[in-house]
């Protein structure tokens, strides 16, 4: 049923993943460069008009370079959403389940890891992250609940057909 604490565990792992798409994610700073990544672009943080021409705005790598992140995020959210709908046959629901975490293991692994490389060694600075990098470590934890509780209900099916 859609009543069970697994589908609000779900439901809270679409609305952190939803939160991840609005959040900045990274800060990189370097000497000359001082930029934010989102879901989908980076922002340049240094684009005033007091500044000097130095600067040159963001480094030169491709602008579909963030894109991977936002649509592992948008499939996160669909898996989510559509798992919450699939109450009648828990078997799928957690294989749909392990799908998605092995989503979230992917995105936390271009955030903290493959993304910080490339554009470190780009820029040649360094990284902060922002508030928007913690989401997917949110919604993984509350996808690991739901999948908990899934297999427990499943169990106690198995358990209640042994007594028929």
Do not use: C
């Not at 990284?127 to 993984?140: C, D, K, Q």
């Amino acid at each position: 049923m859609i009543q069970r604490i697994q589908s609000v565990f779900m439901g809270l792992a679409a609305i952190a993943m939803i939160a991840f798409l609005g959040f900045p994610i990274v800060r990189y700073t370097s000497e000359l460069h001082l930029f934010q990544q989102f879901a989908f672009s980076f922002h340049d943080m240094l684009k005033t008009g007091d500044l000097p021409a130095k600067t040159g705005g963001l480094p030169a790598f491709s602008a579909w370079l963030p894109y991977p992140v936002g649509i592992l995020a948008i499939m996160s959210i669909v898996f989510s959403v559509f798992t919450i709908f699939q109450f009648k046959n828990r078997l799928h629901q957690m294989k749909l389940l392990k799908y998605n975490i092995i989503l979230l293991i992917i995105l936390m692994a271009g955030i903290f890891f493959v993304y910080p490389y490339i554009v470190n060694e780009t820029t040649g600075g360094y990284n902060t992250y922002e508030m928007g990098a913690y989401f997917p470590l949110i919604s993984f934890v509350f996808l690991i609940l739901a999948f908990r509780y899934v297999r427990k209900d499943e169990e106690l099916v198995k358990s209640l057909e042994r007594f028929r």
